[in-house]
């Protein structure tokens, strides 16, 4: 099997994992040099590159000064993984408060995963007063966004019919009457929504929520 060519020569096993290196390693020096220029998205990539150790030595900080840069510039990814960075005190001073400016900035922006995690930081009250009204409207945000493609730190499958964690915190809240009214219709068909996507904490609850919506006590 033909694995890569350099010069008309097949390359297999070491010789192509040089190459492959090599080419990550340039990619990482093209986007230093367009990160100085100040390109928002050689930023982001620059600061996702030392973040994941990818053609640089993994270095937080480096990640953090980078996805500043970007987000400085308003640009929502470099935004949201800046929030990540202040959540977990990683090149940073661990941070709530910090973590969910970020976020909203994001989430503002229209970002889902954003959307989600600021949802959750209002759900739970981390770094930001807790408002189960709020939760709901950032995980209703989330729910309800479309991609035609999706951040690879997610993955597609929660972005073809929207965010199915953020569908299955919808169910609980409206399960729950929480932050909106109880209502258990609300709850079956959000948590559908995620079921459909194969989210399987979602399969499991839709079958609970069908007893509830059955039984005799919601008439």
């Known amino acids: ?15 192509l994992v040089v190459v492959l290196s090599l080419l990550v ?40 000064h980078w996805y500043r840069e970007a987000a400085e510039q308003d640009y929502s990814p470099a935004q949201n993984n800046l929030g990540v960075l202040y959540e977990n005190g990683q090149g940073v001073p661990q941070d709530f408060e910090q973590a969910a400016h970020w976020y909203r900035k994001a989430a503002e922006q229209g970002l889902a995963a954003a959307q989600y995690t600021l949802g ?24 309800e966004r479309r991609f035609s493609s999706a951040p690879s730190s997610l993955g597609a499958r ?13 169910c609980v809240l409206y399960g729950e009457g929480l932050g909106v009214p109880q209502d258990f219709d609300q709850a079956l068909h959000w948590c559908r929504k995620a079921a459909e996507q194969g989210y399987f904490v979602a399969i499991a609850a839709v079958k609970r929520l069908d007893r509830e919506v059955q039984s005799p006590s919601k008439q």
């Open 1 to 15: 099997m033909r694995f890569a060519s350099l010069a008309g020569r097949t390359l297999r096993g070491p010789g």
């Open 25 to 64: 390693l340039g990619c990482a020096q093209h986007s230093q040099r367009a990160a100085e220029r100040g390109n928002a998205i050689a930023q982001y990539n620059l600061g996702v590159a030392y973040d994941h150790g990818r053609g640089v030595s993994q270095d937080f900080w480096q990640a953090a």
């Open 120 to 143: 959750l930081m209002c759900e739970s009250g981390q770094g930001v007063p807790q408002d189960f009204e709020q939760a709901a409207h950032w995980y209703r945000k989330a729910a």
């Open 158 to 170: 929660y972005y073809e019919e929207g965010l199915a964690p953020a569908q299955t915190k919808l």
